[in-house]
């Protein structure tokens, strides 16, 4: 695991670009496609504001870049909360992606009916042994959640699905989202965590006991430990190894 800590959200977002670049290009050197799975949240949206103007827009394989998502509201795409659509206006309007490689959660299906759906499409591209993703981009909650994977839900412990639809309580909606067996199977998986109201719960999350119950983003533990947190100072203010990793 690695800790890079930026100055603030616009820093945070420079320096995630310039480190996705230079994945991207470095996965493509080895293999012919780059599987990405994109983030909801607010944290994101500078990033893919970025991604979308020069000089990233030039320097990133667009036709290569084969698109998911780690979870959706099941609300229509034309819904602002909606993580499809977010991502689609701040950043793939913009930029030459190929359609059909775009695979949005597809939430004019019942929940249940997406999810299977949204896996049986997962299992065109990756078998049940070996690597996932090239990339998951991952956000964490002030409660400690990921995904859709909220405090005290039986999916944090999934062990056979690869999407499951998940009926949030305290939100009153269901969600489809990505599970642990397939997300800890990906290369390489990132957080993106920025503002002093996260600072509490990351110190938890990674210097804490572990207790993925209380504190899912803990759940996510990549079988090759290739897992990057990148996080602004306000975020990583409580972390003992704040000075450290500066």
Not at 44 to 68: M, N, S, T, V, Y
Not at 192 to 207: N, W
């Amino acid at each position: 695991m690695q800790i890079h800590i930026a100055d603030d959200i616009h820093d945070l977002s420079r320096k995630y670009a310039y480190w996705l670049v230079e994945h991207m290009h470095y996965t493509l050197s080895v293999r012919d496609r780059y599987t990405w799975v994109l983030s909801g949240g607010s944290t994101p949206q500078h990033l893919f504001g970025l991604l979308a103007k020069p000089p990233f827009r030039e320097q990133i394989p667009w036709d290569k870049l084969h698109i998911f998502w780690g979870d959706e509201r099941c609300v229509p795409f034309s819904d602002p909360r909606n993580n499809g659509k977010m991502a689609y206006d701040l950043l793939l309007q913009h930029v030459p992606v190929v359609s059909s490689q775009v695979h949005y959660i597809p939430t004019d299906l019942k929940p249940e009916e997406a999810a299977q759906t949204y896996e049986k499409l997962l299992h065109h591209y990756f078998s049940d042994q070996g690597p996932s993703f090239d990339l998951v981009m991952l956000g964490m909650g002030s409660n400690g959640h990921t995904l859709s994977l909220f405090p005290h839900t039986d999916v944090i412990h999934e062990t056979e699905r690869w999407v499951k639809a998940v009926f949030v309580d305290e939100l009153s909606m269901y969600r489809i989202t990505l599970t642990p067996p397939l997300v800890n199977r990906a290369s390489c998986a990132t957080f993106l965590v920025s503002g002093k109201d996260k600072a509490d719960m990351l110190k938890t999350v990674l210097e804490g006991p572990y207790r993925p119950d209380d504190y899912p983003a803990q759940i996510i533990r990549l079988t090759n430990n290739e897992l990057h947190w990148f996080v602004d100072r306000d975020a990583a203010s409580a972390l003992a190894s704040f000075g450290k990793a500066l």
